[in-house]
């Protein structure tokens, strides 16, 4: 199903004008080879303001609209993206303890929508997402998320890697799971400042990302399976983070 029209900035300057008024750009779309100086300035705004740009071919801009495209589209964002320092400095400030969601590869908009509701009524502060390799948080992802998306800071970061550094610098421990820990969910201290690593059900967190984080833990199981869904376990550690600080 195509976009609706008012989700879409058609053109280089409209693009540019949007930008620069601070509306909020989920992804720019450019036509394979094209050139000029509007082009350049749009490449530094995106850069500026950590928008991902996709190279596609001219049939792409064309299935979305009839429109004078000139070479350029983008996705208007159904969130608004926080700064992630910014995110911490004012949950720190505003007394409480941060308990961030970082999404490594999750690309079903289902499980983001139902993880935002989770996060949402456990107290969460934020989801962390990277630019590219994950799901768009689209109008699907709203409706799964039952307005949650709304109600939470989403922070969009250009490296996972570099949002983990930060979230040490500032004191913020970083825990993923692994189906073969020693420790079970329920042994972590959830009660002071951290971040959990959800990865994608297939691969799992990245390896790079994984090596940075301060413990690993699994979540129990009954019987022999293969692994919760995604939106579940973090369903399920985001319920333990509440209990213990409920305590």
Known sequence: MPPKQDKLIIGRQPLIEAINAGKAIDK??????VEGESIGAIRHLAKEKNIPIQVVPIEKLNGLSRANHQGVMAFVASVVYMDL????DHTVASGEVPLFVMLD?????RNIGAIARSAVCTGAHAIIIPDKGVGALNEE???SSAGALELIHICRVNSLLKAVDTLHLNGIQVFTSEMRAE???ADLVLNEPCCLIMGDEG????????KAADQFFKIPMAGVFDSYNVSVATGIILYEAMKQRMK
């Open 28 to 33: 720019i779309l450019f036509q394979k080879n």
């Open 85 to 88: 320092q910014q995110v911490i």
């Open 105 to 109: 590869g999750v690309t079903d908009v």
């Open 141 to 143: 992802a709203m409706k």
């Open 183 to 185: 420790k079970n969910v």
């Open 203 to 210: 691969k799992g967190v990245q390896p790079y990302i994984a």
